[in-house]
Protein backbone atom coordinates (compact mmCIF):
# COMPACT_ATOMS: atom_id res chain seq x y z
CA UNK A 1 0.00 0.00 0.00
CA UNK A 2 1.39 3.70 -0.95
CA UNK A 3 1.49 5.69 2.31
CA UNK A 4 0.67 9.13 1.75
CA UNK A 5 3.81 10.68 2.88
CA UNK A 6 5.25 8.49 0.22
CA UNK A 7 2.79 9.98 -2.03
CA UNK A 8 4.06 13.39 -1.80
CA UNK A 9 7.78 12.47 -2.89
CA UNK A 10 6.94 13.11 -6.50
CA UNK A 11 8.14 14.05 -9.47
CA UNK A 12 8.67 17.89 -10.45
CA UNK A 13 7.36 18.26 -13.97
CA UNK A 14 4.86 20.90 -15.94
CA UNK A 15 1.32 20.94 -15.46
CA UNK A 16 -1.77 23.27 -14.56
CA UNK A 17 -5.01 23.98 -15.15
CA UNK A 18 -6.48 26.68 -17.91
CA UNK A 19 -9.41 28.27 -16.45
CA UNK A 20 -10.92 30.22 -13.61
CA UNK A 21 -13.96 27.96 -13.22
CA UNK A 22 -12.19 24.76 -12.30
CA UNK A 23 -14.79 21.42 -11.56
CA UNK A 24 -16.43 21.26 -14.90
CA UNK A 25 -15.41 18.30 -17.46
CA UNK A 26 -15.83 20.94 -20.44
CA UNK A 27 -14.77 20.02 -24.06
CA UNK A 28 -11.12 21.15 -25.25
CA UNK A 29 -10.14 21.66 -28.59
CA UNK A 30 -8.66 18.51 -30.80
CA UNK A 31 -4.57 18.20 -31.25
CA UNK A 32 -4.44 18.96 -35.14
CA UNK A 33 -1.53 16.81 -35.66
CA UNK A 34 -2.49 13.91 -33.41
CA UNK A 35 -2.85 11.66 -36.66
CA UNK A 36 0.72 12.58 -37.86
CA UNK A 37 1.91 11.79 -34.41
CA UNK A 38 0.30 8.50 -34.49
CA UNK A 39 2.08 7.63 -37.85
CA UNK A 40 5.18 9.07 -37.24
CA UNK A 41 5.16 7.01 -33.32
CA UNK A 42 2.49 4.44 -33.99
CA UNK A 43 -0.39 3.54 -32.12
CA UNK A 44 -0.10 1.75 -28.55
CA UNK A 45 -3.15 -0.24 -29.44
CA UNK A 46 -1.52 -1.97 -32.59
CA UNK A 47 -2.92 -1.50 -36.29
CA UNK A 48 -6.38 -0.86 -36.62
CA UNK A 49 -8.27 -4.22 -36.51
CA UNK A 50 -11.29 -2.87 -38.67
CA UNK A 51 -10.61 -2.02 -42.62
CA UNK A 52 -12.05 0.72 -44.05
CA UNK A 53 -15.37 -0.94 -44.96
CA UNK A 54 -15.32 -2.83 -41.33
CA UNK A 55 -14.84 0.40 -39.78
CA UNK A 56 -17.23 2.66 -41.39
CA UNK A 57 -20.02 -0.15 -40.72
CA UNK A 58 -19.51 0.58 -37.34
CA UNK A 59 -19.37 3.94 -37.38
CA UNK A 60 -23.19 3.98 -38.77
CA UNK A 61 -24.12 0.87 -36.35
CA UNK A 62 -23.16 3.11 -33.26
CA UNK A 63 -24.52 5.76 -34.77
CA UNK A 64 -27.49 4.09 -35.80
CA UNK A 65 -27.82 2.53 -31.85
CA UNK A 66 -27.06 6.15 -30.24
CA UNK A 67 -29.07 8.28 -31.72
CA UNK A 68 -31.70 6.00 -31.75
CA UNK A 69 -31.40 5.33 -28.38
CA UNK A 70 -31.14 9.29 -27.27
CA UNK A 71 -34.51 9.89 -29.24
CA UNK A 72 -36.47 7.24 -27.56
CA UNK A 73 -34.77 8.32 -23.95
CA UNK A 74 -35.76 12.27 -25.36
CA UNK A 75 -38.95 11.22 -26.46
CA UNK A 76 -39.86 9.37 -23.09
CA UNK A 77 -38.98 12.41 -21.06
CA UNK A 78 -41.42 14.47 -23.02
CA UNK A 79 -44.17 11.94 -22.31
CA UNK A 80 -43.32 12.29 -18.71
CA UNK A 81 -42.42 16.40 -18.64
CA UNK A 82 -46.35 17.05 -16.98
CA UNK A 83 -45.25 14.95 -13.91
CA UNK A 84 -43.60 18.26 -12.91
CA UNK A 85 -46.72 20.22 -12.50
CA UNK A 86 -47.98 17.71 -11.14
CA UNK A 87 -45.49 16.18 -8.26
CA UNK A 88 -41.89 17.32 -8.37
CA UNK A 89 -41.00 14.31 -6.55
CA UNK A 90 -41.99 11.76 -9.00
CA UNK A 91 -40.74 14.10 -12.14
CA UNK A 92 -37.95 13.83 -10.72
CA UNK A 93 -38.08 10.19 -9.65
CA UNK A 94 -38.93 10.11 -13.48
CA UNK A 95 -36.56 11.79 -15.10
CA UNK A 96 -34.05 9.21 -12.96
CA UNK A 97 -35.14 6.52 -14.76
CA UNK A 98 -34.63 8.11 -18.36
CA UNK A 99 -31.08 8.32 -16.74
CA UNK A 100 -30.50 5.23 -15.94
CA UNK A 101 -31.49 4.66 -19.06
CA UNK A 102 -28.54 6.58 -20.63
CA UNK A 103 -26.70 4.88 -18.38
CA UNK A 104 -27.27 1.85 -19.86
CA UNK A 105 -26.82 3.17 -23.52
CA UNK A 106 -23.20 4.54 -23.28
CA UNK A 107 -22.41 0.93 -21.36
CA UNK A 108 -23.73 -1.12 -23.83
CA UNK A 109 -22.07 0.88 -26.58
CA UNK A 110 -18.89 0.56 -25.08
CA UNK A 111 -19.40 -2.95 -24.36
CA UNK A 112 -20.07 -3.56 -27.75
CA UNK A 113 -18.15 -1.61 -29.65
CA UNK A 114 -15.54 -0.43 -27.18
CA UNK A 115 -14.53 -3.75 -24.75
CA UNK A 116 -11.46 -2.79 -22.85
CA UNK A 117 -9.66 -4.16 -19.50
CA UNK A 118 -11.08 -2.07 -16.71
CA UNK A 119 -8.35 -2.74 -13.23
CA UNK A 120 -9.43 -1.07 -9.84
CA UNK A 121 -7.98 -0.71 -7.10
CA UNK A 122 -8.28 1.86 -3.88
CA UNK A 123 -6.03 2.91 -0.63
CA UNK A 124 -7.51 1.71 3.31
CA UNK A 125 -9.99 4.16 3.15
CA UNK A 126 -12.24 2.20 0.70
CA UNK A 127 -11.79 -1.17 2.26
CA UNK A 128 -15.16 -3.28 1.82
CA UNK A 129 -16.14 -1.52 -0.92
CA UNK A 130 -14.61 -2.80 -3.91
CA UNK A 131 -16.05 -6.42 -4.88
CA UNK A 132 -15.95 -8.98 -7.50
CA UNK A 133 -18.78 -10.75 -8.26
CA UNK A 134 -18.89 -14.54 -9.25
CA UNK A 135 -19.90 -13.90 -12.51
CA UNK A 136 -16.77 -11.52 -13.26
CA UNK A 137 -17.97 -7.61 -12.46
CA UNK A 138 -16.98 -5.37 -10.08
CA UNK A 139 -19.88 -4.27 -7.54
CA UNK A 140 -18.84 -1.09 -5.32
CA UNK A 141 -20.33 0.10 -2.15
CA UNK A 142 -19.98 3.53 -2.28
CA UNK A 143 -22.71 6.13 -0.56
CA UNK A 144 -25.72 7.19 -2.64
CA UNK A 145 -24.93 10.71 -2.08
CA UNK A 146 -21.18 11.86 -2.67
CA UNK A 147 -18.65 14.38 -4.46
CA UNK A 148 -16.66 12.53 -7.30
CA UNK A 149 -13.79 13.94 -8.38
CA UNK A 150 -11.11 12.44 -11.15
CA UNK A 151 -7.93 13.77 -13.18
CA UNK A 152 -9.45 14.44 -16.57
CA UNK A 153 -7.56 12.44 -19.30
CA UNK A 154 -9.62 12.44 -22.73
CA UNK A 155 -13.15 12.97 -23.14
CA UNK A 156 -14.71 9.39 -22.57
CA UNK A 157 -13.39 9.29 -18.87
CA UNK A 158 -17.42 10.50 -17.81
CA UNK A 159 -18.59 7.46 -19.66
CA UNK A 160 -16.36 4.65 -17.37
CA UNK A 161 -17.45 7.07 -14.32
CA UNK A 162 -21.18 6.98 -15.04
CA UNK A 163 -20.71 3.35 -15.47
CA UNK A 164 -19.02 2.80 -12.02
CA UNK A 165 -22.65 4.24 -10.90
CA UNK A 166 -23.99 1.07 -12.65
CA UNK A 167 -21.79 -1.26 -10.74
CA UNK A 168 -22.58 0.24 -7.28
CA UNK A 169 -25.26 -1.50 -4.45
CA UNK A 170 -27.29 0.10 -4.82
CA UNK A 171 -27.12 1.32 -8.54
CA UNK A 172 -26.52 4.80 -9.39
CA UNK A 173 -26.02 5.33 -12.72
CA UNK A 174 -29.87 7.54 -12.21
CA UNK A 175 -28.72 10.08 -9.87
CA UNK A 176 -25.27 10.73 -11.42
CA UNK A 177 -25.31 14.55 -12.25
CA UNK A 178 -22.11 16.80 -14.14
CA UNK A 179 -21.60 20.08 -14.79
CA UNK A 180 -21.32 20.80 -18.75
CA UNK A 181 -20.21 23.64 -20.50
CA UNK A 182 -23.39 26.69 -21.56
CA UNK A 183 -23.22 25.52 -25.58
CA UNK A 184 -24.21 22.18 -25.43
CA UNK A 185 -28.06 22.80 -24.34
CA UNK A 186 -28.00 23.60 -27.70
CA UNK A 187 -27.24 20.63 -29.49
CA UNK A 188 -30.48 18.91 -30.35
CA UNK A 189 -31.58 16.21 -28.39
CA UNK A 190 -28.65 15.72 -26.52
CA UNK A 191 -29.09 19.69 -24.68
CA UNK A 192 -32.73 19.40 -24.05
CA UNK A 193 -32.27 16.04 -22.50
CA UNK A 194 -29.12 16.86 -20.19
CA UNK A 195 -31.65 19.63 -19.00
CA UNK A 196 -34.28 16.74 -18.56
CA UNK A 197 -31.43 14.87 -16.25
CA UNK A 198 -30.95 18.36 -14.35
CA UNK A 199 -27.31 18.89 -15.30
CA UNK A 200 -25.89 22.20 -14.66
CA UNK A 201 -24.61 24.40 -17.65
CA UNK A 202 -21.85 26.79 -17.09
CA UNK A 203 -20.69 29.79 -18.70
CA UNK A 204 -17.00 29.25 -16.58
CA UNK A 205 -16.92 33.05 -15.32
CA UNK A 206 -18.12 32.46 -11.31
CA UNK A 207 -19.35 35.72 -11.36
CA UNK A 208 -21.88 34.69 -13.72
CA UNK A 209 -22.34 31.05 -12.65
CA UNK A 210 -22.43 31.36 -9.12
CA UNK A 211 -26.25 31.86 -8.57
CA UNK A 212 -27.62 29.16 -10.80
CA UNK A 213 -24.99 26.79 -9.42
CA UNK A 214 -26.07 28.18 -5.65
CA UNK A 215 -29.95 26.96 -6.91
CA UNK A 216 -29.14 23.74 -8.45
CA UNK A 217 -26.96 22.74 -5.72
CA UNK A 218 -29.95 23.84 -3.03
CA UNK A 219 -32.13 21.76 -4.79
CA UNK A 220 -29.52 18.95 -4.68
CA UNK A 221 -29.58 19.25 -0.89
CA UNK A 222 -33.08 20.04 -0.35
CA UNK A 223 -35.25 17.31 2.34
CA UNK A 224 -37.77 15.69 1.22
CA UNK A 225 -40.97 13.88 3.63
CA UNK A 226 -42.06 10.26 2.43
CA UNK A 227 -44.93 8.68 3.24
CA UNK A 228 -43.98 7.67 7.04
CA UNK A 229 -43.30 11.41 7.81
CA UNK A 230 -39.67 10.90 7.57
CA UNK A 231 -37.20 13.47 5.59
CA UNK A 232 -34.81 12.15 3.47
CA UNK A 233 -32.20 13.33 0.70
CA UNK A 234 -32.72 12.19 -2.73
CA UNK A 235 -29.00 10.04 -3.92
CA UNK A 236 -26.97 12.02 -6.07
CA UNK A 237 -23.51 11.68 -7.16
CA UNK A 238 -22.05 14.83 -8.51
CA UNK A 239 -19.39 14.25 -10.84
CA UNK A 240 -16.43 17.58 -11.06
CA UNK A 241 -12.94 17.80 -12.61
CA UNK A 242 -10.90 20.26 -11.02
CA UNK A 243 -8.44 20.33 -13.78
CA UNK A 244 -11.41 21.96 -16.28
CA UNK A 245 -11.13 20.27 -19.05
CA UNK A 246 -8.95 17.27 -20.49
CA UNK A 247 -4.68 17.24 -20.53
CA UNK A 248 -3.53 18.32 -23.97
CA UNK A 249 -0.44 20.20 -25.00
CA UNK A 250 -2.22 23.49 -24.61
CA UNK A 251 -3.64 23.06 -21.56
CA UNK A 252 -0.34 21.49 -19.92
CA UNK A 253 1.29 24.83 -20.76
CA UNK A 254 -1.28 26.94 -19.65
CA UNK A 255 -0.96 24.70 -16.27
CA UNK A 256 2.97 25.54 -16.51
CA UNK A 257 2.65 29.20 -16.98
CA UNK A 258 0.15 29.15 -14.17
CA UNK A 259 2.39 26.95 -11.75
CA UNK A 260 5.02 29.65 -12.34
CA UNK A 261 2.58 32.45 -11.82
CA UNK A 262 1.71 31.16 -8.28
CA UNK A 263 4.94 30.18 -7.34
CA UNK A 264 4.16 26.21 -6.88
CA UNK A 265 5.80 23.02 -7.57
CA UNK A 266 4.14 21.60 -11.14
CA UNK A 267 3.25 18.18 -12.08
CA UNK A 268 4.31 16.10 -14.45
CA UNK A 269 1.29 13.56 -15.94
CA UNK A 270 -1.63 16.70 -14.46
CA UNK A 271 -2.51 20.13 -15.08
CA UNK A 272 -2.70 21.61 -11.46
CA UNK A 273 -6.15 22.06 -10.40
CA UNK A 274 -8.28 25.11 -9.80
CA UNK A 275 -10.05 25.43 -6.70
CA UNK A 276 -12.50 27.87 -6.85
CA UNK A 277 -16.01 25.82 -7.72
CA UNK A 278 -14.79 23.06 -5.94
CA UNK A 279 -14.62 24.87 -2.65
CA UNK A 280 -18.30 26.40 -3.50
CA UNK A 281 -19.75 23.00 -4.22
CA UNK A 282 -18.86 21.41 -1.16
CA UNK A 283 -19.40 23.91 0.99
CA UNK A 284 -22.56 24.48 -0.57
CA UNK A 285 -23.62 20.49 -0.18
CA UNK A 286 -21.90 20.53 3.45
CA UNK A 287 -24.47 18.78 6.10
CA UNK A 288 -25.61 17.01 3.21
CA UNK A 289 -22.60 15.09 1.76
CA UNK A 290 -19.65 13.30 3.94
CA UNK A 291 -17.26 12.28 1.17
CA UNK A 292 -15.52 13.36 -1.72
CA UNK A 293 -14.02 10.17 -3.71
CA UNK A 294 -11.69 10.65 -5.64
CA UNK A 295 -10.39 8.62 -8.85
CA UNK A 296 -7.16 9.04 -10.77
CA UNK A 297 -7.63 7.51 -14.08
CA UNK A 298 -4.83 6.16 -16.18
CA UNK A 299 -5.41 5.29 -19.95
CA UNK A 300 -2.62 2.25 -21.21
CA UNK A 301 -0.12 2.54 -23.55
CA UNK A 302 -0.03 6.38 -23.59
CA UNK A 303 3.81 7.42 -23.27
CA UNK A 304 5.55 9.46 -20.86
CA UNK A 305 4.72 13.13 -22.23
CA UNK A 306 1.82 11.67 -24.28
CA UNK A 307 -1.56 12.70 -24.18
CA UNK A 308 -5.06 10.22 -24.49
CA UNK A 309 -6.44 12.27 -26.62
CA UNK A 310 -3.92 11.95 -29.53
CA UNK A 311 -4.55 7.91 -29.36
CA UNK A 312 -8.06 7.46 -28.22
CA UNK A 313 -10.20 9.18 -30.28
CA UNK A 314 -13.41 8.27 -30.76
CA UNK A 315 -12.97 7.02 -34.23
CA UNK A 316 -9.80 4.59 -33.06
CA UNK A 317 -11.70 3.57 -29.88
CA UNK A 318 -15.26 2.75 -31.13
CA UNK A 319 -14.72 2.39 -35.03
CA UNK A 320 -11.45 1.10 -35.65
CA UNK A 321 -10.84 -1.64 -32.54
CA UNK A 322 -8.25 0.98 -30.94
CA UNK A 323 -9.07 1.48 -27.75
CA UNK A 324 -6.82 1.74 -24.55
CA UNK A 325 -6.00 -2.13 -24.17
CA UNK A 326 -7.21 -1.17 -20.41
CA UNK A 327 -8.22 1.81 -18.47
CA UNK A 328 -6.90 1.66 -14.90
CA UNK A 329 -8.93 3.37 -11.93
CA UNK A 330 -7.43 4.01 -8.43
CA UNK A 331 -10.18 5.04 -5.48
CA UNK A 332 -9.09 7.11 -2.50
CA UNK A 333 -11.70 8.90 0.32
CA UNK A 334 -11.85 11.81 2.37
CA UNK A 335 -14.14 13.20 4.58
CA UNK A 336 -15.39 16.78 4.51
CA UNK A 337 -15.09 16.89 7.93
CA UNK A 338 -11.38 16.62 7.60
CA UNK A 339 -11.39 19.43 4.56
CA UNK A 340 -10.94 23.10 5.46
CA UNK A 341 -13.43 24.38 3.75
CA UNK A 342 -13.84 27.80 6.47
CA UNK A 343 -10.81 29.14 3.91
CA UNK A 344 -10.32 29.43 0.43
CA UNK A 345 -6.79 29.54 0.73
CA UNK A 346 -6.35 26.95 2.37
CA UNK A 347 -8.43 24.44 0.86
CA UNK A 348 -6.54 25.40 -2.18
CA UNK A 349 -3.77 23.74 -0.78
CA UNK A 350 -5.11 21.15 0.41
CA UNK A 351 -6.51 20.35 -3.55
CA UNK A 352 -3.39 20.84 -5.08
CA UNK A 353 -1.46 18.17 -2.22
CA UNK A 354 -3.96 15.50 -3.77
CA UNK A 355 -3.13 16.71 -6.85
CA UNK A 356 0.78 16.34 -6.12
CA UNK A 357 -0.30 12.80 -4.75
CA UNK A 358 -2.17 11.91 -7.80
CA UNK A 359 0.74 12.74 -10.07
CA UNK A 360 2.84 10.07 -7.80
CA UNK A 361 0.46 7.58 -8.35
CA UNK A 362 0.58 8.36 -12.40
CA UNK A 363 4.36 8.45 -12.45
CA UNK A 364 4.12 4.64 -10.51
CA UNK A 365 1.61 3.94 -13.35
CA UNK A 366 3.48 5.11 -16.35
CA UNK A 367 6.61 3.14 -14.10
CA UNK A 368 5.17 -0.06 -13.45
CA UNK A 369 2.00 0.11 -15.29
CA UNK A 370 0.07 -0.46 -12.34
CA UNK A 371 -1.48 1.54 -9.59
CA UNK A 372 -0.82 0.47 -5.95
CA UNK A 373 -2.86 -2.81 -4.95
CA UNK A 374 -5.93 -2.71 -2.90
CA UNK A 375 -5.04 -1.26 0.44
CA UNK A 376 -7.09 -3.41 1.82
CA UNK A 377 -9.79 -6.47 1.20
CA UNK A 378 -9.46 -7.75 -2.16
CA UNK A 379 -5.35 -8.27 -2.64
CA UNK A 380 -4.15 -6.90 -5.66
CA UNK A 381 -6.14 -5.36 -8.44
CA UNK A 382 -9.79 -5.87 -9.83
CA UNK A 383 -9.90 -6.52 -13.59
CA UNK A 384 -13.34 -6.72 -14.72
CA UNK A 385 -15.16 -5.31 -18.03
CA UNK A 386 -17.70 -2.58 -18.69
CA UNK A 387 -21.11 -4.03 -19.23
CA UNK A 388 -24.40 -4.58 -17.84
CA UNK A 389 -25.23 -7.52 -15.55
CA UNK A 390 -27.69 -9.10 -17.79
CA UNK A 391 -27.19 -9.03 -21.26
CA UNK A 392 -30.87 -7.97 -21.95
CA UNK A 393 -30.81 -4.61 -19.67
CA UNK A 394 -30.33 -2.66 -23.06
CA UNK A 395 -34.29 -3.09 -23.93
CA UNK A 396 -35.00 -1.16 -20.86
CA UNK A 397 -33.95 2.17 -23.04
CA UNK A 398 -36.98 1.54 -25.28
CA UNK A 399 -39.25 0.17 -22.51
CA UNK A 400 -41.34 3.08 -21.99
CA UNK A 401 -41.52 4.46 -25.23
CA UNK A 402 -42.94 1.12 -26.23
CA UNK A 403 -45.25 1.12 -23.99
CA UNK A 404 -46.65 4.31 -24.55
CA UNK A 405 -46.82 3.27 -27.80
CA UNK A 406 -48.56 0.25 -27.40
CA UNK A 407 -51.04 2.15 -25.33
CA UNK A 408 -52.12 4.87 -27.30
CA UNK A 409 -52.29 1.81 -30.27
CA UNK A 410 -54.69 -0.15 -28.50
CA UNK A 411 -56.58 3.42 -27.32
CA UNK A 412 -57.01 4.42 -31.19
CA UNK A 413 -58.11 0.62 -32.35
CA UNK A 414 -61.06 0.85 -29.12
CA UNK A 415 -62.04 4.42 -30.30
CA UNK A 416 -61.85 3.69 -34.15
CA UNK A 417 -64.27 0.29 -32.82
CA UNK A 418 -66.58 2.27 -30.60
CA UNK A 419 -67.35 4.84 -33.37
CA UNK A 420 -68.02 1.92 -35.97
CA UNK A 421 -70.70 0.40 -33.88
Known sequence: ??????????????????????????????????????????????????????????????????????????????????????????????????????????????????????????????????????DGRVECAFPDRMVMIANHQIYTDWLYLWWVGYTNKPRMHGHVYIILKESLKYIPIIGPGCMFFSFIFMSRKM??????????????????????????????????????????????????????????????????????????????????????????????????????????????TFFQGRGPKSVNLYWRRFSLADMPLHDQTEFDAWLRERWYEKDALLEQYVTTGRFPANGAGIKGHIETEVRTQYWWEFIKIFTWLGCFCFFLSSLTRFLLKFRDS
Open 1 to 134: MTTTSELRRRPNGNAAPDDEFDAFPMASPGVADAMLNMQQAGHPSGAAKYGWVRSKFRAFTAALYFIGGSLAIHLTQFLGAWFYFLNRDLYYAYMAVTKESFGLLVTTMTHWWAPTVIRISGDASTAGQLSLTP
Open 207 to 316: AVDRPRLAHRLQKLRTKHVGPDGEEYLNPMWLLLFPEGTNLSDNGRVKSAAWADKIGVKDTAHLMLPRSTGTFFCLNELKGSVDYVYDCTVAYEGVPRGGFGEEYFTLSS
